[in-house]
C-alpha cells in the first residue's frame, strides 16, 4: 500500500518571503501521480498543482512549484511571494495511474506572517 | 452552480441514530467518493464508485454504506452512529479517461455526535 507522509505538521512565513512544505511517499510503482491540495478555512479543497511521475520537469503553476525527486520519493512544494491568503491546511496526496483514489499525508498548517 | 454539493453542511445528532449524508454532482462524471477527515485533519478514502464497481477501504465499518439512486448521486448512510464518527465527511467526483482524472470535491458536511 502506498503511503505520503508530511514531516511538518506546521510551518510559517513571511508575507512575501518563500516557503517549502516537504512531501515524502512509499510506493512499488512506477507511474502515478502527486497532487499538492489546500484547504483554507472555508473547508473546500483546493487543487494546487499536480505532478505525473513519468515527467521528469518540476511542474509550476504561478507561484507555486514543486521540487519531483523519483528516486527519492519526494514532492515538495515551493510557495514563492508568499501572500495571506496561502494560509490555509497542505495536503500532499499521491494517486496510481491505474487506480482512482487519493491517498493524502497528514497535512502540514501554513500560517503567514503579515 | 455548484459542481458537487453537499447536504447538510452540519449535522448533529445523538449516539446510535441512523443519518444519511446527501451528495450530488452535475458534471456528468462516472465516477463518485466519499472521503472522511478526522479532528487531526487526517484526509482517508472511504469509498470509490461507479456505475460499474463499488471500492470500498477495508478500514470502514458496515455501518457505513453509500447509495447511488443515479449516476449523479451517491448518499453515505451511516448506521448506529458512535462517537468516533464525529469527522468531515467529502464527497467528491471525476470522470474515468481524462487527463490525471482531476478530483472535484463538495464543501464537506461536518457530522457531530454527541
Known amino acids: 500500500a502506498q503511503t505520503v507522509t508530511q514531516s511538518q505538521p506546521e510551518m510559517s512565513v513571511q508575507e512575501a518571503e518563500t516557503v517549502t512544505l516537504s512531501c515524502t511517499y512509499d510506493t512499488s510503482e512506477s507511474d502515478y501521480y502527486l497532487f499538492w491540495y489546500k484547504q483554507p478555512p472555508s473547508r473546500q479543497m483546493i487543487l494546487v498543482i499536480r505532478q505525473e511521475a513519468y515527467k521528469q520537469q518540476n511542474a509550476t503553476e504561478n507561484r507555486f512549484s514543486v521540487n519531483f525527486q523519483k528516486a527519492a520519493k519526494s514532492f515538495s512544494l515551493k510557495i514563492s511571494d508568499s501572500q495571506l491568503g496561502d494560509a490555509a491546511m497542505y495536503f500532499c496526496a499521491y494517486r496510481s495511474r491505474a487506480g482512482n483514489m487519493l491517498t493524502f499525508g497528514g497535512g502540514t498548517r501554513l500560517m503567514v506572517k503579515p | 452552480d455548484t459542481a458537487v454539493s453537499q447536504t447538510p453542511k452540519y449535522l448533529v445528532t445523538q449516539m446510535g441514530n441512523d443519518k444519511s449524508i446527501k451528495c450530488e454532482q452535475n458534471?456528468?462524471?462516472?465516477?463518485m467518493y466519499w472521503y472522511k477527515q478526522d479532528s487531526k485533519k487526517f484526509l482517508k478514502i472511504m469509498f470509490s464508485y461507479n456505475n460499474k464497481e463499488l471500492i470500498i477501504n477495508e478500514t470502514v465499518p458496515n455501518r457505513f454504506s453509500p447509495k447511488s439512486p443515479d449516476k449523479a448521486h451517491l448518499n453515505l448512510h451511516i448506521n448506529s452512529l458512535e462517537l468516533g464518527d464525529s469527522a468531515v465527511y467529502f464527497c467528491a467526483s471525476s470522470q474515468t479517461g481524462t487527463e490525471y482524472e482531476k478530483l472535484f470535491f463538495g464543501s464537506g458536511t461536518q457530522l457531530s455526535v454527541l
Open positions: 458534471l456528468g462524471h462516472d465516477t
